[in-house]
């Protein structure tokens, strides 16, 4: 078997075959994404401003929908600047289009504070991670297969691997203090990777590398504080490169939402983000930001030329570059990274969206409340799941539980799946009289 087959196998060989349909495998996978249900949910669930709240922001659809753009001219630069290194790697269009349509389908509703939420109520059936649900939706959970999910490609499912590890794995030694109803949220963040449940997923991903190459890209480093959960190292260059599409976006599209509705001023801006822009000491990023701020702030023409300035400073400093050389396969050997320059000034326009419009007391309010709501909705079907969860679920929940599998994990598929209001009137269904 070739390397291109190995990577477009499919876990399922009882593929559907139809008439006259020439898609490429990759095309294959961006169109089950589209056509999920998982992926339309995302129009209903809160990027970073809430859902409903304004008619104008992004929703976690429409911000996957701009990384995908992203991600495709990040693409469009790499096979430009290296076409034979890029010919080689076999990097497709299709296939960046659907790892960033995808990298969000797996995120719960009410954003982090839903994530968080998860994972504490299943702090003892095997964590909760936003990344580690999209693997599952695509590789278990979708109905496009009985078994499979969407029965992606292995080197679709390659690319949605962040985090190449196990969460049982990563978790950190020393667990918070156990509160029955509020916590510090900071205190129970998930660590970074694949639920435990889907260790078969993962090995079948993996079983397309060299045992070496498995284990190594599987490594991880383990802080001194045992209170802190352990980090992977590495990911595929495709994941590298819709890590990147996913950063720009994240900075750059969320930064232009909180001015539009009046959450940074431009005195802020100036105050705080020039001011971090002049300490890197470097004269173009100083000059290009301050073309950049003269429009932010002025007419909506002219916000979206600064935008667009922005973002095309960025996308077209995207380079390859060679992560560890012990690695025998390329799609490891090398990943996507962005010019120095460019690289600080995302992180200036990340820490920025972080620290005023993310940690804004009105963000983090409504953030608490979502997260309250998870945690009853999550109490309620534990208490009495065979009478409280839909036909459906229930069905998976006894099957879960009479195979000896994780019946907990059940419960939290359907939960992590519904939407910000779908949730929020399913919790005044069981709680409000």
């Known amino acids: 078997m070739t390397a291109q087959q190995i990577w477009t196998q499919r876990r399922s060989n009882t593929d559907y075959e139809r008439v006259n349909d020439h898609r490429s495998p990759f095309e294959r996978d961006k169109a089950r994404i589209l056509h999920s249900a998982a992926f339309r949910r995302l129009q209903a669930k809160t990027q970073i401003l809430t859902v ?10 429409t911000h996957s929908l701009e990384v995908s753009q992203v991600g495709s001219g990040l693409l469009a630069q790499l096979q430009r600047k290296f076409p034979e290194q890029c010919q080689q790697l076999a990097l497709d269009d299709k296939l960046i289009e659907s790892l960033c349509l995808a990298h969000d ?4 509703p009410f954003g982090h504070g839903g994530e968080v939420a998860l994972h504490y109520m299943m702090r003892n059936d095997g964590g909760f991670e936003g990344n580690g649900q999209t693997l599952r939706l695509l590789a278990v959970l979708e109905p496009y297969t009985e078994h499979f999910g969407m029965n992606m490609t292995r080197r679709t499912l390659l690319g949605l691997l962040k985090y190449p590890n196990t969460i049982g794995r990563l978790h950190a030694k020393s667990q918070p203090a156990q509160h029955q109803r509020f916590f510090e949220a900071d205190q129970w963040k998930p660590p970074k990777g694949v639920f435990d449940d889907d260790q078969g997923v993962l090995d079948w991903i993996f079983a397309g590398l060299s045992e070496q190459d498995a284990r190594y890209f599987q490594s991880f480093d383990t802080p001194d ?17 819709m890590e990147i599409a996913d950063d720009i976006a994240y900075g ?23 001011a971090q822009f002049k300490a890197l000491d470097d004269p173009s990023i100083y000059r290009l930001t301050a073309v950049v701020s003269e429009k932010l702030f002025d007419e909506h023409h002219l916000r979206k030329e600064a935008i667009g300035l922005l973002v095309n400073v960025l996308i077209t400093a995207v380079e390859l570059y060679q992560t560890d050389a012990r690695f025998d396969s390329e799609l490891l050997r090398y990943n996507a990274k962005l010019g120095e320059a460019q690289q600080h000034i995302l ?6 969206v972080f620290e005023y419009v993310i940690k804004k007391p009105e963000i983090q309010q409504t953030r608490f409340k979502g997260q309250q709501i998870v945690m009853d909705l ?29 019946p907990t994990r059940v419960i939290c598929d359907y939960i992590s799946g519904m939407t910000d209001e779908y949730a929020a009137k399913m919790h005044q269904r069981l709680f409000v009289a």
């Open 378 to 406: 999550f109490a309620a079907f534990a208490s009495d799941p065979q009478v409280l969860l839909p036909l459906n679920t229930r069905k998976r929940w006894l099957s879960a539980q009479d195979s000896g599998q994780n």
């Open 105 to 108: 389908i797996g995120h719960p």
């Open 225 to 241: 504080d045992p209170r802190l959960h352990s980090k992977t190292r590495f990911k595929s260059l495709d994941a590298s490169i």
């Open 252 to 274: 750059v599209h969320d930064l232009e939402d909180a001015i539009v509705v009046g959450n940074i001023p431009k005195e802020l801006w100036y105050d705080e983000a020039i």
């Open 52 to 61: 409903g709240q304004n008619d104008f922001y992004r929703t976690r659809l």
């Open 347 to 352: 992180e200036v326009l990340k820490r920025f």
